[in-house]
């Protein structure tokens, strides 16, 4: 392999050849799972290794567990690699099984809140905790006047990410989703950004109480289903949302985030989630959790039941609650997905508020 500068990307090839003994070196150690594993690396067999499932019935260590998953990763998470799957398929097959649970959680709550089914009281307990944490942290909902709107990084449901900034984004002109449009609210939001509008297509009249008036154009869209790389077995499912919307999904996430470091919460500072992880990796009184399609998994009617109406209708407004993908129309059961400014914001909000609620202040969960 020739010398190259640090910040060069090598060829797959030369990439995976590098990996094998890193990955040889963490087999080995993997206890009852290393036959297996050095098998699968002297081979190259990268389709055995990303389909190789640790069998927890064999009785190893922690560290063998450990050790395996080390050797598994450096090529279950290599995007680039091909292993003669269909990934965008994979990953909207789990956008569906997704769409299911939420349709099933969202139909548990609506029982629940019509009066037709009866919850445990220890649930029923944690669910008005969580509501009344929210509640006090979020305080009244806010006005339009009162975010910090802003364009985020990525794309529009018309401007492409390669060509995303904010000059691309505003000379596109108004394009929001029917539920911007139905809320009421989108006037409000366009007197916020009175130069955006005049340099567009604006026209002014006199109505017919003599009144001067503005008109825009504002486009109708849903928001569009997209997929991009995450690892060698899957894409990841987001949701493009039309610009408007964005533009006020990021001040409405920012808004909670600074809510949430009321209360300790700063979704903007690792620090002290890499502290804590350090500490746990030293001591091993301390554990981490991912959440398999966590954000996907924030139904509608759960965030109906956990925040207080106004902050709900509020969000419901600038929410996608349709997406476009291959020609067809969906109407989602999830809340809001990633590609939505307020999505992490929210669901960090509502796990903070469930945990607290369900084992106590007390019981354990450092922030």
């Given at each position: 392999m020739a010398p190259c500068a640090w910040d060069t990307e090598l060829p797959l090839n030369e990439?995976?050849?590098?990996?094998?003994?890193?990955?040889?070196?963490?087999?080995?150690?993997?206890g009852p799972y290393a036959a297996d594993l050095v098998k699968l690396l002297e081979s190259r067999d990268w389709v055995g290794l990303c389909a190789y499932e640790l069998d927890y019935n064999?009785?190893?260590?922690?560290?063998?567990?450990?050790?395996?998953r080390q050797a598994l990763g450096f090529f279950t998470k290599l995007e680039a690699l091909e292993i003669g799957v269909d990934k965008e398929a994979v990953a909207f097959a789990k956008f569906v099984e997704s769409e299911r649970r939420c349709q099933q959680i969202n139909e548990f709550f609506?029982?629940?809140?019509?009066?037709?089914?009866?919850?445990?009281?220890?649930?029923?307990?944690a669910i008005l905790a969580a509501r009344r944490k929210i509640r006090r942290i979020l305080g009244k909902a806010p006005r339009l006047r009162d975010l910090k709107l802003a364009f985020g990084p990525g794309?529009?449901?018309?401007?492409?990410?390669?060509?995303?900034?904010?000059?691309?984004?505003?000379?596109?002109?108004?394009?929001?989703?029917?539920?911007?449009?139905?809320?009421?609210?989108?006037?409000e939001l366009l007197r916020e950004v009175p130069h955006w509008g005049h340099a567009l297509d604006s026209a002014w009249s006199i109505d017919e109480e003599g009144w001067l008036v503005e008109t825009l154009s504002v486009r109708l869209c849903a928001g569009k289903l997209a997929f991009v790389p995450k690892n060698a077995k899957t894409y990841r499912s987001i949701v493009v949302e039309p610009c408007l919307n964005g533009f006020v999904q990021s001040g409405l996430g920012d808004f909670i985030a600074r809510c949430l470091r009321s209360v300790g919460v700063d979704i903007?500072?690792?620090?002290?989630?890499?502290?804590?992880?350090?500490?746990?990796?030293?001591?091993?009184d301390l554990a981490t959790i991912d959440l398999s399609s966590a954000s996907d998994l924030i139904a509608r009617e759960l965030v109906r039941a956990l925040l207080p109406e106004d902050w709900y209708q509020l969000l419901c407004a600038f929410r996608t609650s349709e997406v476009s993908y291959k020609g067809k129309t969906?109407?989602?059961?999830?809340?809001?997905?990633?590609?939505?400014?307020?999505?992490?914001?929210?669901?960090?909000?509502?796990?903070?508020?469930?945990?607290?609620?369900?084992?106590?202040?007390?019981?354990?969960?450092?922030?």
């Amino acid at each position: 392999m020739a010398p190259c500068a640090w910040d060069t990307e090598l060829p797959l090839n030369e990439t995976l050849e590098i990996l094998v003994p890193f990955a040889l070196d963490h087999a080995r150690a993997s206890g009852p799972y290393a036959a297996d594993l050095v098998k699968l690396l002297e081979s190259r067999d990268w389709v055995g290794l990303c389909a190789y499932e640790l069998d927890y019935n064999l009785n190893a260590s922690p560290s063998s567990v450990l050790e395996a998953r080390q050797a598994l990763g450096f090529f279950t998470k290599l995007e680039a690699l091909e292993i003669g799957v269909d990934k965008e398929a994979v990953a909207f097959a789990k956008f569906v099984e997704s769409e299911r649970r939420c349709q099933q959680i969202n139909e548990f709550f609506r029982m629940r809140r019509l009066g037709r089914v009866s919850t445990l009281p220890r649930l029923e307990r944690a669910i008005l905790a969580a509501r009344r944490k929210i509640r006090r942290i979020l305080g009244k909902a806010p006005r339009l006047r009162d975010l910090k709107l802003a364009f985020g990084p990525g794309a529009t449901v018309s401007i492409k990410r390669t060509e995303s900034n904010p000059t691309a984004k505003m000379a596109a002109g108004f394009e929001c989703s029917a539920d911007v449009y139905a809320s009421g609210l989108l006037p409000e939001l366009l007197r916020e950004v009175p130069h955006w509008g005049h340099a567009l297509d604006s026209a002014w009249s006199i109505d017919e109480e003599g009144w001067l008036v503005e008109t825009l154009s504002v486009r109708l869209c849903a928001g569009k289903l997209a997929f991009v790389p995450k690892n060698a077995k899957t894409y990841r499912s987001i949701v493009v949302e039309p610009c408007l919307n964005g533009f006020v999904q990021s001040g409405l996430g920012d808004f909670i985030a600074r809510c949430l470091r009321s209360v300790g919460v700063d979704i903007r500072n690792q620090v002290t989630n890499q502290e804590l992880a350090l500490l746990g990796s030293l001591f091993g009184d301390l554990a981490t959790i991912d959440l398999s399609s966590a954000s996907d998994l924030i139904a509608r009617e759960l965030v109906r039941a956990l925040l207080p109406e106004d902050w709900y209708q509020l969000l419901c407004a600038f929410r996608t609650s349709e997406v476009s993908y291959k020609g067809k129309t969906i109407a989602l059961e999830k809340f809001s997905s990633m590609g939505n400014g307020f999505t992490f914001p929210l669901e960090t909000l509502i796990f903070w508020a469930l945990t607290r609620s369900t084992v106590g202040d007390d019981g354990g969960i450092v922030q």
